[in-house]
């Protein structure tokens, strides 16, 4: 068996693959997993008996080590630990990543530690909150991100507009991340965070209407100054991939959070956020917004 690159063209083929996947992490996203793309590392799959995906990411050599399949989605069934053995092995891969918890406890512990070793990926560990949180905004705890909004309004209310984030707009959008990431120095290392963030986020708005994410963009003036973007994760989950906007604006962040809320996963009960990537900042704003579970993310290595 061999796998082949995956790329945004991809998507109308492998959607039913996606359709009713019940994994809660945010990678299990088709949109996601096609975006992730760059120099250093490609996406790749291989559809088996055609009733099962086996995909994965591939790395150039100075970061083989790195190298991962993710569990196989079928609509028919789910994969057994003994299964990932013997694809793992025919694929010539020896690691699976973003292997949730719940995988775990349904096969037990017992049965994958005899065929892998396992272990937690803590800088992959995935925010959830309710959507009629981040939506109402409602109580105390909420109230310091409130009065961010109530300043922006009361500054900006006139000078904004609003719009989804389509094709005829991913230009602008293009060219407010470029000045988001000059700030941020995102293209200081090229394996790093920051840079493999911004291409994924440049891979979305390139193909926005089609790989199945929707978006939100906010003008100040008429110039893009935020953007979010998200993608179906579950039959009652939404993911949140991507939420850019000027720091130095105050309360346009907030705004932009309460925006994709109501508009882009009014039909979800939870969102998504992602992981914070070990990042000390990161993690104390997404905990600020008070999720409601973390979903634990594993690793298992063939013995």
């Not at 995906?53 to 790395?59: C, I, P, S």
């Not at 190298?67 to 690691?95: C, M, Q, Y």
């Amino acid at each position: 068996m061999k796998m082949k690159a995956l790329t945004p063209s991809d998507y109308p083929l492998l959607k039913r693959f996606f359709e009713a996947q019940k994994y809660p992490l945010c990678v299990y996203s088709l949109s996601s997993l096609l975006v992730w793309s760059s120099r250093i590392y490609q996406p790749c799959g291989i559809v088996i008996a055609d009733k099962t995906l086996v995909a994965g990411v591939e790395f150039v050599a100075s970061h083989a080590d790195r190298r991962h399949l993710i569990l196989p989605l079928s609509p028919h069934k789910e994969h057994t630990p003994e299964e990932l053995l013997d694809i793992a092995v025919k694929l010539g891969f020896n690691t699976y990543w973003f292997v949730p918890e719940i995988y775990i406890e349904r096969f037990g512990k017992d049965r994958i530690d005899a065929l892998f070793q396992t272990e937690e990926q803590p800088e992959f560990e995935d925010y959830v909150y309710l959507r009629e949180d981040l939506a109402e905004l409602k109580g105390n705890r909420y109230s310091k991100k409130k009065n961010l909004i109530s300043q922006f309004n009361r500054e900006y209310g006139s000078r904004v507009q609003t719009e989804p984030l389509t094709a005829s707009a991913a230009s602008d959008c293009l060219d407010f991340l470029e000045k988001w990431c000059k700030v941020r120095d995102c293209d200081k290392e090229e394996s790093g965070d920051l840079s493999c963030e911004k291409r994924a986020a440049v891979n979305a708005l390139e193909h926005i209407d089609n790989i199945g994410m929707t978006g939100i963009l906010v003008r100040i003036d008429g110039t893009v100054s935020a953007f979010g973007i998200t993608s179906r994760l579950t039959s009652d989950t939404g993911v949140l991939h991507f939420e850019k906007a000027f720091a130095h604006i105050k309360g346009l962040y907030q705004f932009l959070d309460n925006l994709c809320a109501k508009q882009l996963l009014a039909d979800v009960k939870y969102i998504n956020k992602e992981s914070d990537m070990n990042e000390p900042g990161l993690a104390k704003t997404k905990k600020s917004y008070h999720p409601v579970m973390m979903i634990k993310s594993y690793k298992l290595t063939v013995r």
